[in-house]
């Protein structure tokens, strides 16, 4: 996969991307990331300018925005403008974006981005609804996220599968050694050797912790039999 961002501080991103999952990505050539200078694009450097009907703040121009696209992209390209007004971005988005070869990620600043530039691009992406400095920091969750799920990636997969979110649902809680600290114990199931009661107890804790959290989750979660009969009992208290 390639993934090329558009910005205005091009030089932000090294740091991230040197280290842990995306930095493994990059050595073993899964992935290549190219940060790309929006400055590059422009008549003089200048990539913002006063908005038409006035009003505080300044826009990007949309002149650098397109040349930058017209040079990165190719037939297979995903263009993806990252901006408060996007769709929410997900586990699903994640998965849908990784399963892709070339993603060019447009950083908005300032107050925003000439509207023209959403006549050339494929998706609209926000990562929640708050406000940012830029869209770097998007960006960089974006890369993490889809990243880690490109094969070859993670020396073990069902360390992404297992996570939150991953199937909709919240993850169940870990624990660690020691078995004991400050008078809070591991479950003991967890030390029992019964795998398949292991995997039952993570099965129903996860769906405890989500029904606890964020149970507006579980009216899109794929629930089997099994599940519903446990969601059951934890609602009951009889578990």
């Given at each position: 996969?390639?993934?090329?961002?558009?910005?205005?501080?091009p030089?932000?991103?090294?740091?991230?991307?040197?280290?842990?999952?995306v930095?493994?990505?990059?050595?073993?050539?899964?992935?290549?990331?190219?940060?790309?200078n929006?400055?590059d694009f422009?008549?003089?450097?200048?990539?913002?300018?006063?908005?038409?009907?006035?009003?505080p703040?300044?826009?990007?121009?949309?002149?650098?925005?397109?040349?930058?696209?017209?040079?990165?992209?190719?037939?297979?390209?995903?263009?993806?403008?990252?901006?408060?007004?996007?769709?929410?971005?997900?586990?699903?988005?994640?998965?849908?974006?990784?399963?892709?070869?070339?993603?060019?990620?447009?950083?908005?600043?300032?107050?925003?981005?000439?509207?023209?530039?959403?006549?050339i691009?494929t998706?609209?992406?926000?990562?929640?609804?708050?406000?940012?400095?830029?869209?770097?920091?998007?960006?960089?969750?974006?890369?993490?996220?889809?990243?880690?799920?490109l094969?070859?990636?993670?020396?073990?997969?069902?360390?992404?599968?297992?996570d939150?979110?991953?199937?909709?649902?919240?993850?169940?809680?870990?624990?660690?050694?020691?078995?004991?600290?400050?008078?809070?114990?591991?479950?003991?199931?967890?030390?029992?050797?019964?795998?398949?009661?292991?995997?039952?107890?993570?099965?129903?804790?996860?769906?405890?912790?989500?029904?606890?959290?964020?149970?507006?989750?579980?009216?899109?979660?794929?629930?089997?039999?099994?599940?519903?009969?446990?969601?059951?009992?934890?609602?009951?208290?009889?578990?």
């Amino acid at each position: 996969m390639r993934i090329d961002i558009v910005s205005i501080f091009p030089e932000i991103f090294e740091p991230p991307f040197s280290r842990g999952v995306v930095r493994v990505a990059r050595e073993k050539g899964v992935v290549e990331i190219v940060p790309c200078n929006l400055r590059d694009f422009a008549k003089n450097s200048v990539v913002d300018d006063s908005p038409y009907g006035g009003g505080p703040g300044m826009i990007l121009k949309s002149e650098p925005i397109f040349e930058a696209v017209e040079k990165l992209r190719r037939k297979e390209s995903r263009l993806i403008l990252l901006t408060p007004q996007g769709s929410l971005f997900n586990q699903n988005l994640a998965k849908e974006l990784a399963a892709e070869k070339h993603l060019i990620l447009i950083c908005g600043r300032y107050k925003g981005v000439d509207e023209r530039v959403s006549n050339i691009v494929t998706d609209e992406i926000s990562i929640g609804d708050y406000i940012l400095s830029g869209g770097e920091f998007v960006a960089m969750v974006i890369v993490d996220a889809v990243v880690r799920l490109l094969p070859g990636v993670l020396g073990d997969f069902s360390s992404a599968t297992d996570d939150s979110f991953y199937g909709v649902i919240l993850d169940a809680p870990y624990y660690t050694r020691p078995d004991t600290f400050k008078e809070h114990s591991v479950p003991g199931v967890l030390t029992s050797g019964n795998h398949r009661l292991i995997r039952k107890w993570r099965r129903k804790e996860a769906l405890r912790r989500t029904f606890l959290r964020r149970p507006e989750l579980l009216e899109k979660a794929n629930l089997t039999e099994e599940d519903k009969k446990m969601l059951e009992e934890i609602k009951s208290g009889k578990d």
